[in-house]
């Protein structure tokens, strides 16, 4: 009978345990790490872009994000410059990251052979183009500036829609509508509007990842900008865009979002550009590397 007692009394403890364990709330802050253009290739220097430098420098960067305690890093784009085997000589390294993993699709990342562009998403373990995903009710929405381009277009009814989509803009000289930039297709702005009617409904916030930049005004903008603005400023829980694509790094808050463009790892002789970033209840903290601004980013 007293064993049975005793036997009652741990069953009963150890319930109470997990109950406790269960009620333990979500951690609200976390921090992320975020690389752009690395942009690596077995290359001769250009445009003071040191593509054989980039293995090393993501290494390094690996090796100090693992020495935080990061929910996932993400890869704004370009990971390689040119030549499909360049993958090989990131992947190896990028696989060393202890958080979990995202990549973007960038120009250069299409600038291999056209036999093997389907096997960029491979590499890249994307298994679409363009996604979503919600950590800590953020969520989090990568675009495809390359859905409609003159490299990232793979299919016949794509490449249609981006001569067509190219040509009409054309003729307003505008300076961001380029053969190295893209747009969005009218399929994935459908997909974009879906994800933030369901953000609005579950009341979270939003933050945009995409390799092309939407403000300020360049030669590096998405072509079709204009239409991707109208789009999310109808809402009110968007309250970050993050890109890469213009090395030299820009920002920018417009109606209350912040536009912020990450500097490109490939530049420069001796200096490298990555950063984490930490949310806040009502802020985000960037903590650059290297040529990456700190700032603090004030969430209205």
């Not at 969520?139 to 990232?152: E, K, M, P």
């Not at 009110?236 to 808050?253: E, L, P």
Request: hydrophobic share 35%; proline share 2%; net charge neutral.
């Amino acid at each position: 009978m007293k064993n049975f007692i005793y036997l009652t009394v741990i069953i009963l403890f150890l319930q109470a345990c997990q109950s406790e364990k269960k009620d333990i709330p979500k951690k609200s802050n976390f921090k992320i790490g975020i690389i752009s253009d690395c942009q690596y290739c077995d290359c001769d220097i250009k445009w003071n872009r040191y593509y054989k430098k980039s293995q090393d420098r993501l290494d390094y960067a690996v090796q100090t994000l693992n020495k935080e305690d990061l929910l996932y890093t993400i890869h704004l784009g370009d990971f390689i410059d040119r030549d499909f085997n360049s993958f090989d000589s990131l992947i190896p390294i990028w696989n060393k990251l202890n958080s979990k993993k995202y990549h973007i699709l960038g120009n250069h990342d299409f600038e291999v052979a056209d036999s093997l562009k389907d096997k960029i998403f491979e590499k890249l373990d994307l298994k679409q183009r363009y996604y979503s995903f919600i950590e800590n009710n953020w969520r989090f929405i990568v675009l495809d500036g390359n859905d409609l381009s003159t490299y990232g277009a793979l299919n016949t009814i794509k490449q249609q829609q981006t001569d067509s989509l190219f040509n009409l803009l054309k003729k307003d000289s505008l300076p961001f509508v380029q053969n190295w930039n893209g747009a969005i297709s009218n399929t994935q702005l459908k997909w974009i509007e879906s994800e933030l009617d369901s953000a609005t409904k579950n009341d979270e916030n939003v933050a945009f990842y995409c390799h092309f930049p939407l403000y300020p005004i360049s030669v590096h903008n998405i072509w079709n900008r204009e239409q991707v603005s109208a789009l999310i400023n109808k809402y009110s829980c968007v309250k970050i865009y993050f890109n890469g694509h213009n090395h030299d790094g820009a920002y920018i808050k417009e109606k209350g979002i912040h536009y912020l463009t990450f500097k490109g790892m490939v530049d420069t002789k001796d200096s490298t550009a990555f950063a984490t970033v930490e949310f806040i209840k009502d802020t985000v903290i960037v903590n650059g590397y290297g040529r990456e601004i700190s700032r603090k980013l004030l969430i209205d």
